[in-house]
């Protein structure tokens, strides 16, 4: 008797958990598998599936391309997968928007000497400032009135478990809180585009600045960036190639023993 396989000339279904969006007029595939293979920092082995998918989803739905290294999946020790977005990212993504007109970002200082508040234009500090803070203001065309933003230094420095502040907080403060208020003031300015992403910075971590292949975390660890440029097109053929369909042939026939009538 001929035995028809079902499967046999049926299309391998995709992952389904598969992703497929364009991003900057680049096509992004994203797949569990890939994202842990590939685009995890830290330990991959310990992000779970739905961290994974968490990211994959914010990456489609905010049009970012992790292969450019606009989104990082960070997985440091028993902590939450952290799922942040770089700073060039928001950038290019404002000035992008039709409706973006420029911002203004710099530091808030304390002088010492004669005790006033001062907000500074940039990261320029001099000797007798202390930096208390960060501010930003965006200005869109199709709105009256900016969006200003003003954030405290002590909310958002990184700092070590004895409570001094880290290697990139203790040597670049104005420019990390300068950077963290431009962010959330773009966020504000515009929570159709950002809203969701976030900086290293207001993740407890700091972003690789000049090419640098390490994120740091707020402990000072160098957790590496598992990012590539351009995903291997063989690894990405097999991780969405779905095995074969197995058949399996019918019994042989058996004849019944001499004196026995067979039923059927």
């Known amino acids: 008797m001929a035995v028809k396989n079902s499967l046999q000339g049926k299309a391998a279904p995709k992952n389904k958990m598969q992703v497929q969006y364009s991003a900057g007029g680049v096509d992004i595939v994203l797949t569990p598998e890939i994202v842990r293979e590939y685009l995890v920092s830290g330990d991959k082995e310990r992000v779970s599936t739905q961290e994974i998918v968490m990211f994959m989803n914010l990456c489609k739905a905010s049009g970012l391309n992790p292969w450019a290294k606009e989104a990082y999946c960070i997985k440091y020790g028993n902590e939450p997968a952290s799922m942040i977005v770089g700073k060039e990212a928001f950038m290019k993504r404002a000035e992008a928007n039709e ?3 420029g911002y203004e970002a710099g530091i808030i200082v304390h002088d010492k000497e004669c005790g006033e508040i001062v907000r500074r234009p940039g990261s320029f500090r001099l000797p007798e400032e202390e930096i208390v803070g960060g501010y930003a203001t965006v200005w869109r065309k199709d709105r009256r009135h900016p969006y200003s933003i003003e954030v405290s230094f ?9 409570g001094s502040l880290n290697r ?6 104005a420019t990390m809180i300068r950077k963290v208020a431009l962010v959330q003031a773009l966020r504000e300015a515009f929570p159709s585009a950002f809203g969701g992403m976030y900086s290293a910075e207001e993740n407890g971590y700091t972003e690789a600045e000049g090419g ?5 975390a707020n402990d000072d660890t160098a957790i590496p960036i598992e990012q590539h440029e351009e995903m291997p097109r ?15 042939p019918p019994p042989a026939t058996q004849e019944a023993p001499d004196g026995q009538q067979a039923f059927f």
């Open 168 to 173: 990139q907080w203790a040597s670049k403060p």
């Open 234 to 248: 063989v690894d990405a053929e097999q991780m969405q190639r779905q095995p074969e369909p197995v058949v399996t």
């Open 212 to 216: 640098a292949a390490y994120i740091m």
């Open 99 to 101: 409706n973006y007109d």
């Open 154 to 162: 002590e909310e958002y420095a990184g700092r070590k478990k004895d």
